[in-house]
């Protein structure tokens, strides 16, 4: 694992709504261990600075991820285009623990941009999984990451999506992404796997639990600032962990109290 | 977000028989006008399949969907507080089933069976409760790019 970043080169850049873009990167020369669903890279637009960023595609000698302009970082590396160059570090973090999922029926639960790090899980297990359902709460339906790849996953995988502003078009389902779960019916069996804002976590966790899934089968990618990526400088604390090293996954036994405590 | 999963789950058999009594099933096809707002509340139902949209009236526009009600929710809660108006209007997305509840009879069976009554009026203002705090929840616009923090 390198500390220095690694040269890589956009090998293409695709919008993916209004305020976000995929940036499929390719190394240069030797490229950086492999990545798994779930971790992140610290990822440098040079001159400007470093941000990490999920995975959200994993092919071969390409990893993707999807940017969200939310500041000036990130919104450098929205405007790069094919061929040009973005500095990486990484794999850093757990990534989504899918020990056991071949069997079981798998929950993807996903709030706005928090689609992309479980992208890659979809990816792996849209077959293998014993059932698989996706539920996705978006802002808008504008908003909504890889719609024609969500429209794929149908065909193979239960995919609700719902939005919390319908626009004149929208016809699907209009709310929270919460209550999506009792249409596909968690219970004790479930491997639940969850991804968006704080807020958004908690509150399908607590769903999750009260319909009998395990805490420890419920996993939450959690975000804190992260720095380092190594587990050295401390922003990324929680508690405990050190979110860089220590997550961003992790079960709900031990970040569900976490995320209850103000201090923190 | 934990509406009660099943509306009925969890009754004594002879309060839930005594309620099932009550209803009927009904199928919808596409885009059916279940009710209007300001209309009598005089029914509810509970989703078996299919979602219906609830919309608000807003004049010189197509009404506004401000939430979708699916598989397993309860459609419906005007009903119980008087003066038994709709304060939302209801269209199906696509072809729904669900049991139909007569509104005066079920408030009648409450009467009469006050730990029923109890029972049905706690677990309605839970779906209540449960759906007011997912409105605020939206308020909050969480999946905006600023998170929902203007400050």
């Not at chain 1, 500390?3 to 695709?14: G, K, L, T, W």
């Not at chain 1, 600075?49 to 919104?75: C, H, K, M, Q, Y």
């Not at chain 2, 459609?75 to 939302?88: E, I, Q, V």
């Amino acid at each position: 694992m390198s500390a220095v970043p690694v040269p890589y080169r956009v090998a293409s850049a695709r919008p993916e709504t209004a305020d976000s873009v995929s940036l499929e990167l390719v190394a240069q020369d030797a490229p950086l261990p492999g990545f798994s669903p779930g971790q992140f890279a610290m990822v440098y637009a040079f001159g400007v600075g470093e941000v990490p960023i999920s995975v959200s595609a994993i092919d071969g000698a390409t990893v993707t991820f999807t940017v969200r302009s939310v500041g000036a970082v990130s919104a450098a590396l929205g405007r790069l285009g094919p061929g040009s160059p973005v500095g990486l570090r990484g794999p850093f973090g757990t990534g989504w623990n899918l020990t056991g999922t071949a069997d079981a029926d798998v929950l993807v639960v996903a709030g706005g941009i928090g689609l992309a790090p479980l992208r890659p899980v979809v990816h792996r297990l849209l077959g293998p999984a014993g059932r698989l359902s996706v539920l996705v709460g978006t802002r808008t339906p504008a908003d909504l990451l890889y719609p024609d790849e969500v429209a794929a996953w149908g065909g193979t995988a239960r995919v609700e999506v719902t939005v919390d502003r319908p626009d004149r078009e929208w016809s699907g389902s209009v709310g929270v992404v919460t209550a999506l779960l009792d249409r596909v019916e968690p219970g004790p069996g479930t491997a639940a796997l969850v991804c968006g804002p704080e807020v958004m976590m908690r509150r399908t966790a607590d769903a999750l639990l009260a319909r009998g899934v395990p805490a420890d089968r419920i996993q939450l990618s959690l975000e804190r600032n992260m720095r380092c990526g190594t587990g050295h400088c401390g922003h990324c604390q929680l508690g405990p962990l050190l979110l860089c090293r220590d997550g961003p996954v992790v079960d709900c036994a031990v970040s569900r109290q976490l995320l209850s405590v103000r201090e923190l | 977000m934990t509406e009660p999963q099943r509306l009925l789950d969890g009754l004594p058999d002879a309060h839930r028989d005594g309620l099932l009594a009550l209803a009927r099933d009904r199928e919808f096809p596409a885009d059916s006008r279940l009710f209007d707002e300001g209309g009598p509340a005089d029914r509810f139902w509970l989703i078996r399949s299919g979602e219906v949209a609830l919309d608000l009236y807003v004049p010189g526009r197509r009404p506004p969907v401000v939430e979708t009600v699916g598989p397993g929710q309860l459609l419906g809660w005007s009903w119980l507080f008087p003066p038994y108006r709709w304060h939302l209007g209801a269209r199906t997305l696509g072809p729904v089933t669900a049991r139909e509840f007569p509104a005066a009879e079920v408030r009648a069976l409450c009467e009469a069976v006050p730990e029923l009554g109890h029972e049905l009026a706690v677990r309605c203002a839970a779906v209540i409760a449960e759906r007011l705090q997912a409105t605020r929840l939206r308020l909050l616009d969480l999946y905006a790019p600023d998170g929902g923090d203007r400050s």
